[in-house]
């Protein structure tokens, strides 16, 4: 379960931003700022979802009013207006997240933090399944177009946007946990930004000793 909502095996890396002062009050702050732009986003999708659905398309051969692509617009539809219902219900909430004693209560049970864990990855993971299923209507209206053309481009164009996937997710932070989910392994780098933080901690330690001497 802390692995589909937070990608890390466990939540000691939560417990470590909420030891800092302020820690709590900063984490949803940042978070409600990201809810804010996701919803604009959102928007954007159930846009472009409502405007396949509600015209005719303008060529015989690429029919979006099939039955399988016609079916993953409705889904990505229902899914944005829930996505914009849940983002819109974490923002009004959202502020009662930041107070200390809504951190009090949640440290008193593991169901209760994990409950708000959830809460909080819903309006994300609703707005990545409404713009997969967006992109898999598109895709799958390409490929099962009557033009040799329209299936091409298609399939350019898909191979193109997981290229740009993989390029994006291997310098991001995403890539090193799911390294180490799947294989059990960290890279150098890691070990060396570990090596260098323990350093500047004993180098911090000691200006400490020698400023108390």
């Not at 229902?78 to 997240?97: C, D, R």
């Not at 909080?120 to 895709?139: E, H, Q």
């Amino acid at each position: 379960m802390c692995i589909c909502l937070t990608l890390h095996s466990d939540l000691e890396f939560m417990w470590e931003i909420f030891r800092e002062p302020n820690g709590w009050e900063t984490f949803h702050n940042l978070y409600l700022i990201q809810i804010n732009q996701l919803s604009t986003v959102q928007g954007l999708v159930l846009t472009t979802v409502a405007v396949f659905i509600s015209t005719q398309p303008p060529l015989k051969q690429i029919n979006y009013a099939a039955n399988g692509p016609y079916t993953l617009l409705s889904e990505s539809l229902v899914f944005s207006l829930f996505g914009l219902l849940f983002q819109l219900y974490t923002s009004v909430v959202g502020q009662s997240y930041q107070k200390k004693k809504t951190f009090k209560a949640l440290k008193r049970s593991r169901w209760l933090f994990i409950c708000h864990i959830i809460i909080l990855s819903i309006p994300v993971y609703t707005f990545g399944i409404s713009l997969l299923l967006l992109i898999f209507a598109i895709s799958v209206t390409g490929f099962l177009s009557s033009s040799k053309l329209a299936q091409i481009f298609t399939g350019a164009t898909f191979a193109l946007f997981v290229t740009y996937l993989i390029a994006s997710i291997i310098p991001s932070p995403v890539y090193p946990r799911l390294h180490k989910l799947l294989w059990g392994t960290t890279d150098c780098a890691d070990e060396e930004d570990d090596e260098d933080s323990d350093n500047e901690d004993k180098e911090h330690s000691e200006k400490e000793a020698g400023s108390a001497a």
